[in-house]
């Protein structure tokens, strides 16, 4: 199949996971090119810096993708409406992946309302892989600074990235 068109993965991605690495694969198999956006959200409390989760999801991409997909693998970041930067990057949609019913309300409000904003964009959702169902930054992060074993849920550099995190923290408290 002749790839074609750009497509937006958007996140919080604090940190990436297996689940969304899963997620831009599979995107990968539609779009010439998926751009991995990270959101910058006041109203969250992140562990990491947006930097530091531009690097990290750039770091797991390279651990896992091949060279020729890597090259059509964009990372960069965005502030205010969402449809508004898809439309900047002349995206044909926005990709979400949904875990569980509980996902759907947000995201189908989500979608509502950008469609409301702008037609244009089309917003597409995958299923996760049912290995990655119930994998999410927020859980992975309370395993881990709970001393729990998230081997097999995020990429490596996600992992040390955390553990070095909780580890300065600890020193600091
Ligand atoms: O990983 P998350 O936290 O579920 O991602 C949510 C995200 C960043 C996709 C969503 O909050 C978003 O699109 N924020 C940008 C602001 C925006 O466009 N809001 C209007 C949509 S209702």
Known sequence: MALSGVCIYP??????????????????KIFRTVIVAVAINAKKTPLFSIPERVKLIEDSLKETLSEEDLKRVKVDHFEGLLIDYAK??????????????????FEFQMASMNRKLSPDVEMLFMMTDESNFYISSQTVKEV??????????????????MVKKFKERKQES
């Open 88 to 105: 900047k990057k002349k995206a044909r949609a926005i990709i979400r992946g949904l875990r569980a019913v509980s996902d759907f309300e």
């Open 11 to 28: 996140g919080s991605f604090d940190p990436i996971t297996n689940g969304h690495l899963n997620i831009i694969e599979r995107s990968l």
């Open 144 to 161: 881990l600074s709970l001393g729990g074993c998230v081997e097999g849920l995020v990429p490596k550099a996600a992992r040390r990235a």
